[in-house]
C-alpha cells in the first residue's frame, strides 16, 4: 500500500475525529479521557505543544483518504527540549498496513532533522504488543514500566512503558 504522509491541516479533523474517538473510548490504549469532547479532542491533537516544533501529520493513501494521525513535539519545555515525543492514531480499518510504521519513520526522520537528541515515549500500554512491537523494530527500547498505572478496559490494571531511542551519539 502506498502512503503518504503530509503535514496536517484544520481540515483534516474531521477525518481523524472518528478514528480517535473509537480508539480512546475502546480504552485500551491510549490515557485520554474517554470523555473527551470532540472540541476537546481537536485541541489536544491538533495542537499538541505551544513549541514552534511541534508538529501534526496524517497519513493518506493515494486518494486522500486519511488512514492513520501522528503529533509530535518536544517532550518536556526547557532543559528537556532536546527530547522528543509523539502520539500515533492510525483508523482500524487501516491497521496492518504499514500505516504505524510510516508514520513512525517520519517522526524519526523529523526528530532528527529538528535536532532533537533522542525520543522518548512516556506511555506505551504494555499489551499493545503491535505497538511495542512496532517501536523495537524502530530502534526503540523499553527502559522501564510503571506497573498499574493503565485501567485496560478488558484486563484491568496494567503497566504503561516508557521506550527510548537516541537520534545522536
Do not use: C
Amino acid at each position: 500500500m502506498s502512503v503518504e504522509i503530509r503535514t496536517a491541516t484544520a481540515a483534516d479533523w474531521p477525518s481523524i475525529w472518528p478514528f480517535f474517538h473509537d480508539i480512546v473510548t475502546a480504552r485500551e490504549t491510549y490515557t485520554y479521557d474517554p470523555e473527551l469532547t470532540e472540541e476537546q479532542a481537536r485541541a489536544i491533537w491538533m495542537t499538541p505543544s505551544s513549541s514552534p516544533l511541534s508538529r501534526v501529520t496524517v497519513a493518506v493513501d493515494a486518494d486522500g483518504t486519511v488512514l492513520g494521525s501522528a503529533n509530535m513535539y518536544p517532550n518536556k519545555p526547557g532543559p528537556g527540549a532536546h527530547v522528543a515525543s509523539a502520539s500515533f492514531m492510525v483508523d482500524g480499518a487501516a491497521r496492518g498496513r504499514g500505516v504505524g510504521r510510516a508514520l513512525g519513520e517520519d517522526m524519526i526522520a523529523w526528530a532528527g532533522q529538528a535536532g532533537f537528541r533522542s525520543i522518548q515515549f512516556n506511555a506505551v500500554v504494555e499489551t499493545n504488543e503491535s505497538a511495542v512491537h512496532l517501536w523495537q523494530s524502530l530502534g526503540f527500547r523499553i527502559i522501564g514500566t510503571v506497573p498499574e498505572t493503565f485501567d485496560h478496559a478488558k484486563l484491568g490494571y496494567v503497566g504503561l512503558h516508557v521506550m527510548y531511542r537516541p537520534l545522536q551519539s
